[in-house]
């Protein structure tokens, strides 16, 4: 060990390469690290909301799905599963899953390719691309009730302007029942969803291509690469995990779609627009079938968590 | 003679065709807003006009005035209570809680994952059962039940976008005030709010719309006192057309202030809407 | 009385031990340089004595108190970070005075001692400016600002020029110096530029996996490194490392390379016995270009320039000894081109011989 100038030791301790506390005879003070409970204060607060609308539903409607409780009596002793026999039984249930499944495959291929094609169609420059970049986002942003609120009045027989301007066409005054015809009651939703959700997935995709990194297009364009290999080995591969987010956040919205529904059909034509959401509603709300409806919203709850926690670690999201 | 590219791939072509496009996409996601609040505007006789009156010959408020008299317009005033009271909170507990993920690693991935998957809960599942609770409390139609709600629900998206503003933030400007004298908390206030500020203000921003444009949570919760905007709208729809005017008028009083806030926003729409998958 | 004392410091991160049993202490008023190669623990250990990591085990005293769970405001300390770390909300002296603020200092005192900080450094002009308004040098000056202004009891850098071009470092460098001077605090200085720790430091200490590897002055360690290690860490270009044997001449030793060269030992070291496997150190400076008669201890050898650097006054030239390329130090006229047959003194008087084993020097 070389000496030091001031004749202060210093030097390597060989004695110890444990991690003990305390390792190689020397005391260490009793003591513990500042703070060290300053991380959990931060989360306290928020995690015991979080826990009012993500464990309790979960938990209280599983407790009240093995009671008895109706509009007509109120038993609270433990029934066994006879609401979740009944689930199995409720032809009606299926349906709505149904109606909700294909609304969703339809809707949200739809929405993928047209805000594709419209992200492709603003990705150049040209002048005045950002005033309908702006005007474009409007319809995203409003509220899904008044979204379909606008569609009612725009579908009107009578009054509506779809109806009118298909009067031109036609050369003869048009009265099409849009949310009444058992025929034009989903395109009609189709329409309204397409119209509200491209936007959304126009605005991402859009930012997606944008970050694309430019030298890899050119690079395959030098390589002779034609557009559509370009597009399927480059491009989408690079916007995938952003598209896979928007892909996944729109298909859980159109798997719990409730808003534009209530306000285009309410479920109807009889029950041919149900959807699991509004089903759900209409039993717990308006049929006070409180323990049947709380089994259903106990296999809902149960099933989309394991379903979304499933999405979400595959795609590395929480990282 | 020099030669000409075909028609089509000419530059000056191409641009008009999609000017061309631009422009039909931007007329079809365009007319039905414009339809709504030209309706706002429109006499009775030009509503229920056959054909329609694509303009109306004078701009006209008497609609607007029939919500202020029978007080219709009230239910703005509570989704404007609703929504702000909600955001605030949940943006201080949010980001706190936010900062505590991204800094200590609270809980780690598991935690995260399971706090952003409750924002991919359906609102009608969670509505039930917190309904039959605040039955219990006596709380239904109150705007604190529907504060703590609203709260709760916005959370998971506030924690999800803080967690992506602040893990941007430099760790040395935090240490830099330990060292400096600052407490933990001093840093937070004083160091990591001022600097995630802009971030903090779009994320609320986008809490509120998404609160203010909640319907399934107020209809279900609410019954006469604490009715939000867009119950009110649906409140119109009936079986005959009369209210076409108080739905097109009220439709557009709840959506003016969202318009304008996302305008302001435009920087941060797509990192907004995209819960952070795309930085703008 | 030492300003901090550290004895038997441990701290991992999760399975990785970052420092393993460091025992230092710094006096008064010394400026102590913490150097090392990337991962020696050296920021570590910074970080550990400013209170944003506890230690694991150990203790760590500054002035005489064990702070190991003292939290990093109690510690009177100020700190410089690489990246600046100004607020970039706040003006220039809204940042300086920062630590006075949260210290509840009464205005008055802040104004002047805040002017009196920036004074010391040139910075008085740049009061109202905020952080992006300033040049890279100026930022690093109103980090310093910041610390100095607090007047604390140690002051620490963590690689604080790191992220400056090379003219600005040069003079912020001396500018650190001089502050070390005029304020006479002591101060402990983490960087993995060995020419920032020589110029610097009363005292290098230089880590390595954890440990200290040699601690000393600046001259102790170029002169009389070690271990192989910091022969090789510390000079620039680096050292020239020879394999060699010894070998018994006359009264005295000589050391062997291997294309057969001998080299006399003008001094005798323990443990040597002819034939013992060693590695010859030299330093490229302490190659010269032969001029005149040889003179005491140095050894000359005729050589065939393979390589020319030029770097202006000096020229790097590379010439095969032992079968290894090896580096002298030369000024530029004495060498034109590749090819050249020159002759080279050895001065063996600084040569340091390794055991290939331990890779300790003998």
């Avoid at chain 1, 569609?151 to 301007?165: A, H, S, T």
């Avoid at chain 1, 944008?210 to 690079?219: H, Q, R, Y």
């Avoid at chain 2, 509570?78 to 605030?88: E, K, R």
């Amino acid at each position: 060990m070389t000496a030091t100038s001031g004749g202060r030791v210093t030097g390597m301790s060989e004695s110890a390469t444990s991690t003990m506390i305390g390792a190689g005879g020397v005391a260490t003070p009793i003591g513990h690290a500042p703070d060290r409970f300053f991380k959990y204060w931060l989360i306290v607060p928020a995690i015991f909301l979080l826990l009012l609308v993500g464990l309790f539903p979960l938990i209280y409607s599983l407790v009240v799905s093995f009671q008895n409780i109706t509009m007509m009596e109120v038993d609270t002793s433990f029934s066994g599963f006879i609401h979740y026999a009944q689930l199995f039984k409720d032809a009606r249930l299926w349906q709505a899953l149904l109606h909700t499944l294909l609304i969703t495959v339809i809707a949200l291929p739809l929405e993928l390719v047209l805000g594709l094609l419209m992200a492709q169609l603003f990705l150049e420059r040209m002048p005045g691309r950002q005033i309908f970049v702006s005007l474009l986002v409007l319809p995203t942003v409003i509220s899904p009730i008044v979204a379909g609120a606008t569609w009612r009045l725009m579908f009107d027989n009578r009054y509506g302007p779809i109806n009118q301007i298909l009067g031109w066409f036609a050369g003869e005054p048009m009265t099409i029942l849009w949310t009444v015809n058992p025929y034009l009651v989903y395109p009609s939703i189709f329409i309204c969803e397409v119209w509200q959700w491209t936007p959304f997935m126009f605005l991402i995709l859009l930012a997606a291509l944008s970050n694309i990194d430019k030298s890899l297009t050119e690079a395959a364009e030098i390589d002779g690469a034609g557009y559509w290999r370009t597009f399927f080995r480059i491009v989408l591969p690079s916007i995938w995990p952003v598209m896979a987010i928007a892909i996944l956040i729109r298909g859980l919205d159109l798997v719990r779609i409730f808003d534009v529904i209530w306000a285009l059909t309410a479920g109807g034509p009889g029950t041919m627009t149900e959807t699991i959401s509004i089903y759900t509603y209409v039993q717990g709300f308006q049929q006070f079938e409180t323990s049947y409806t709380a089994a259903i919203a106990f296999l809902v709850i149960a099933l989309l968590t394991i379903i979304v926690t499933w999405a979400i670690r595959r795609m590395g999201l929480a990282k | 003679m020099t030669p000409h590219a075909p028609l089509l791939r000419r530059p000056g072509t191409q641009l008009t065709l999609r000017y061309a496009a631009a422009i039909a996409l931007t007329l079809f996601f365009i007319f039905p807003v414009y339809w709504l609040f030209i309706i706002s505007f429109k006499t009775p006789d030009e509503i229920f006009a056959f054909p329609p009156v694509w303009y109306p010959e004078s701009i006209q408020f008497a609609n607007y005035r029939v919500l202020f008299k029978d007080g219709d317009a009230e239910t703005v005033w509570n989704s404007l209570i609703l929504a702000g009271v909600s955001t605030v909170i949940a943006m201080v507990l949010g980001t706190i809680c936010a900062y505590s993920l991204v800094r200590f690693k609270t809980g780690g991935e598991n935690l995260a994952v399971w706090i952003i998957s409750q924002r991919m809960m359906p609102p009608i599942a969670i509505a039930f059962p917190i309904f039959l609770l605040y039955v219990f409390f006596g709380w239904v139609d109150s705007f604190h039940g529907l504060i703590i709600l609203y709260t709760a629900f916005s959370l998971p998206y506030v924690i999800w976008m803080m967690r992506g503003y602040i893990e941007d933030l430099p760790l040395e400007l935090e240490e830099s005030a330990l060292v400096d004298g600052c407490t933990r908390w001093e840093v937070l206030w004083k160091v990591v709010f001022p600097m995630v500020r802009s971030g903090l203000f779009a994320t609320a921003v986008f809490t509120f719309v998404f609160a203010w444009n909640d319907f399934l949570f107020a209809l279900v919760l609410t019954r006469t006192e604490v009715i939000t905007y867009t119950v009110q709208v649906t409140h119109y729809f009936g079986g005959q057309s009369n209210f076409w005017a108080k739905i097109a008028a009220m439709s557009v009083l709840g959506t003016i202030p969202v318009f304008f806030t996302v305008a302001t926003l435009q920087r941060y729409l797509v990192r907004g809407i995209s819960m952070g998958a795309v930085k703008g | 009385m030492a300003d901090l004392k550290i004895t038997n410091l441990h701290k991992h991160y999760g399975g990785v031990q970052a420092v393993r049993g460091i025992d230092l202490e710094v006096a008064s008023g010394e400026f102590t340089v913490l150097v090392g190669p990337s991962g020696c623990g050296k920021s570590t250990l910074l970080r550990t004595i400013a209170g944003l990591e506890t230690p694991d085990g150990g203790t760590l005293e500054i002035a005489g108190k064990v702070v190991n769970y003292v939290r990093p405001r109690d510690r009177d300390i100020a700190m410089v970070f690489q990246n600046y770390a100004l607020y970039p909300y706040m003006n220039v002296f809204e940042n300086i005075a920062f630590g006075l603020r949260a210290r509840k200092t009464p205005q008055a005192e802040v104004e002047t001692r805040v002017k009196r900080a920036a004074d010391m450094l040139g910075i008085t002009q740049l009061l109202e400016r905020l952080p992006r308004q300033l040049s890279g040098g100026q930022r690093q000056r109103v980090a310093i600002g910041r610390a100095i202004v607090r007047n604390a009891r140690l002051f620490l850098f963590d690689e604080p020029l790191s992220n400056l071009d090379a003219q600005l470092r040069d003079e912020m460098r001396s500018e650190i110096k001089r502050l070390h001077q005029e304020l006479g605090t002591t101060m402990i200085y983490v960087t993995h530029d060995q020419i920032e720790a020589m110029t610097l430091a009363d005292r290098i200490v230089l880590l390595r996996d954890g440990r200290i590897e040699q601690a000393g002055t600046p001259l102790d360690l170029y002169e009389r490194p070690a271990t192989r290690f910091v022969a090789g860490f510390l000079g620039s270009p680096q050292m020239n490392f020879i394999p060699a044997q010894m070998a018994q001449s006359g009264g005295g030793w000589a050391v062997k390379v291997g294309d057969g060269t001998s080299l006399a030992l003008p001094r005798a070291r323990d443990g040597l016995s002819d034939g013992r496997p060693v590695v010859l150190g030299l330093r490229p400076q302490h190659l010269t270009r032969a001029n005149g008669s040889s003179r005491p201890g140095h050894q000359r050898l005729g050589v065939t320039v393979e390589l020319v650097q030029p770097t202006g006054s000096r020229a790097y030239i590379t010439f095969p000894l032992g079968g290894v390329p090896t580096v002298a130090e030369l000024e530029s006229h004495d060498v034109q081109r590749p090819g050249e047959q020159i002759d080279v003194d050895v001065d063996m008087n600084r040569a340091v011989l390794i055991d290939p084993e331990t890779n300790r020097v003998i």
